[in-house]
Every structure is written in structure tokens, then in C-alpha cells.
């Protein structure tokens, strides 16, 4: 465990570098020794201060945010880099990075999926760096904890996939859901997970609640990869700045009930510091979990008892990005892994050793 943690932010100008500015520079371990954006940033010799781009930094973080290049980065001499780049961007500085010697956080998709041939059809690029792909470690803490100690480059979860991910992969690894059907997911997000760039869909007077992605969602694959489960996913597009609700449905496989899937869920996470089953007649919302890190789930059933509705809630930009990717590096430098994520609902002490448990 170091005392303290050189850090550098790639893509600190979007929204989930500045979330992860604000984590880290409340981190008692982490000192951010960079910031960068992308290489066209800065073109003209004078950087942006970060503080100067988000006001709410002004005091806490304000050192300059310069043009992205991996020779300035690793001239930071950083312990871990954070990448909040574009997928392609990912892909190219990643293999440099750790090279030399740095400890990897990917907030892209660059390395989440292990097929390489689904990068050309879903993120449009064809992966020129596959052997990672087997290397990289996927970021979910309540289901990885033991591999993210040892991993040198960690694919942080989609947000997307995260909300799904949470509650449906322990149920379909304990046989509790029917995986000859399809599992139906619906989730709606806000307007700050489509990113800061503009464009028209984003203006205030555009924003509406609305499907997109279709049947075709680049997160699909992720989602279908990590639970085991075929996944038919829609998302939608909600008037709110932050925040993801998910609607899952599922059949129970045969002896299976509400009750079972209530208890495999209280056993996996009981001791999970961001995890809230929350009690029978409860039911997540996007203002409960708003600026935490935390995913709320619950759970019901139809009158039949044969089909599973699961509701969960996370924040796209915490719970679902830069807070999942302080947990991360707090798990993988030995800190405790709630440190600068706010109060947690317990102290962890064997969830993930259950959960892998469980889950193997």
C-alpha cells in the first residue's frame, strides 16, 4: 500500500474527468500531478486551467489541462493514469502507458469486451492491440475485487452495463434466471452520459424522453458478455442531467422464486459498502443515488411467480464512471475501497471473497 498515489487524468475537460478531478483531489492518497485533454487542446501554447473550465474546481483543482500526448503523461511520472478518452484514443495510449510501467484505468470501451471482432461493428475500429484484451481485467469491484488488486490495466465498466450487471450476473450464475430467454432491458439515462461535445439532441430545448439505439446499443455486448444472459436492450433519453434507471425483465428458471433470487442477491452483497437491496415494496429512483456511489436494486414478481422485475439505480457519472474508477484504484493500490467515495452503507469485510465465491 503506498502512502501516497501520483495521478494523471486524460480527458479531464468532459464530465467524467471532472468528476474524477473532484474525487481524486479529495483523495488523502492521491495527488494529481497532470491533467490533459485531447491533442488539439492547448494548440495555441497556452493551456486552460481545469478550474477555469468548471468553476466549482476553482481552489481545489487548478493546475493547467494541456494538449494529450504520451511522452508528456509518462513525463509526470504518474503511478496510475486515468483515461476518460475516446474508445480509439484508449486504444493507442494504453499499450504505451503500460510499457511504461503505469498502472492503467480505462473509462473507455477500448478494452471491456474480449472479442476483438466486435470493435469494428460496434465501436467502429478495428483493435489493433488484441493480446490486451485477454489482459485486461474488467473493472467491477463487487464482482472482480481480487483480480483488479493484481491487474495493471483495468477496463472500467460502461455505465449502462453497470446498472445491469450488478443485479443480473449473480442471478443467472446461481441458475436462478431462465437463460434460454431473452432477458428484456430498458433503461433510461440522462443527458451527461451522450458526454459535453456539443451537439443538437443535447440543447436544453431539444432534450425529450425519447428511444435510441435500438436492438444495435454498443453496450449490448458488453452487458451480454459479463452476465452469460442473451440481452435485448433499449435505452432511452431522459430530461435530467445525470443519473440511469433500469428496468430488467427475466423468467425464473424452474424451482426458482422471488425469494431465492432475493437471497442469492442479500448473500453476494451483504457486505458490499455500494450496493442497497432495498427492502420488499421499495423501488430505486435516480434522486437516491444522485452523486454517490451507489446502485440501488429491487426486486418483484407477477402474480404467477414465474416472471423477475428488477429496478436499479445508479449514477451514470459516479457509480457508473469515475466513482467505479476510484474504486478501482483503491482496491488496486491497497487503500480501503469506499476512501473519497463518501459514507458508504457498511464496512466490507468478506463480500468479495463471497461474491467470488459465488460467481467461480
Not at 428511444?211 to 459479463?226: D, I, K, T
Not at 434507471?245 to 425464473?252: D, G, R
Not at 445508479?314 to 469515475?322: P, T
Not at 484504484?329 to 461474491?355: K, P, Q, S, V
Request: net charge negative; aromatic share 6%; hydrophobic share 45%.
Amino acid at each position: 500500500m503506498a502512502d501516497s498515489m501520483r495521478i494523471v487524468i486524460v480527458g479531464a475537460p468532459g464530465y467524467t474527468g471532472a468528476e474524477l478531478a473532484a474525487l481524486l483531489a479529495a483523495h488523502p492518497h492521491a495527488e494529481i500531478v497532470g491533467l490533459f485533454g485531447s491533442e488539439r487542446r492547448a494548440t495555441d501554447g497556452k493551456a486552460e486551467l481545469m478550474s477555469e473550465l468548471f468553476p466549482r474546481l476553482v481552489g481545489v483543482v487548478d493546475l493547467p489541462v494541456r494538449a494529450a500526448d504520451a511522452a508528456a503523461i509518462i513525463a509526470c511520472e504518474p503511478d496510475a493514469v486515468f483515461l476518460a478518452t475516446p474508445h480509439e484514443a484508449s486504444e493507442a495510449l494504453a499499450p504505451l502507458l503500460l510499457a511504461a510501467g503505469i498502472v492503467v484505468l480505462d473509462l473507455s470501451a477500448a478494452f471491456r469486451l474480449k472479442d476483438p471482432a466486435l470493435y469494428p461493428k460496434h465501436y467502429g475500429f478495428q483493435h489493433g492491440h488484441a493480446p490486451l484484451l485477454a489482459d485486461a481485467v474488467y473493472g467491477l469491484p463487487e464482482l472482480a475485487a481480487d483480480d483488479i488488486r493484481s491487474a495493471n490495466l483495468i477496463a472500467c465498466p460502461g455505465c449502462y452495463p453497470t446498472s445491469v450487471i450488478l443485479p443480473l450476473r449473480p442471478l443467472v450464475a446461481a441458475g436462478i434466471i431462465d437463460t434460454t430467454r431473452a432477458v428484456i432491458v430498458d433503461s433510461a439515462s440522462g443527458v451527461s452520459g451522450a458526454g459535453r461535445s456539443a451537439s443538437v439532441k443535447s440543447l436544453f430545448c431539444e432534450v425529450s424522453l425519447q428511444s435510441y439505439g435500438v436492438l444495435s446499443h454498443r453496450h449490448q455486448p458488453e452487458m451480454a458478455q459479463e452476465t452469460g444472459a442473451r440481452i435485448l436492450f433499449t435505452p432511452h433519453l431522459v430530461a435530467l442531467d445525470r443519473g440511469i434507471l433500469s428496468t430488467i425483465h427475466a423468467e425464473f428458471a424452474p424451482g426458482h422464486t422471488l425469494a431465492s433470487a432475493r437471497a442469492c442477491l442479500e448473500r453476494v452483497y451483504r457486505d458490499a459498502p455500494f450496493v442497497r437491496l432495498l427492502a420488499a415494496g421499495r423501488w430505486p429512483s435516480i434522486a437516491s443515488v444522485e452523486r454517490t456511489n451507489c446502485c440501488d436494486i429491487a426486486l418483484g414478481s407477477d402474480e404467477s411467480g414465474t416472471h423477475l422485475v428488477i429496478s436499479s439505480a445508479i449514477d451514470n457519472l459516479v457509480k457508473g464512471a469515475a466513482g467505479q474508477a476510484v474504486q478501482c484504484m483503491n482496491l488496486r493500490f491497497g487503500f480501503d475501497e469506499t476512501t473519497a467515495l463518501g459514507i458508504a452503507r457498511r464496512t466490507h469485510t468478506r463480500a468479495h471473497t463471497h461474491a467470488h465465491e459465488v460467481l467461480s
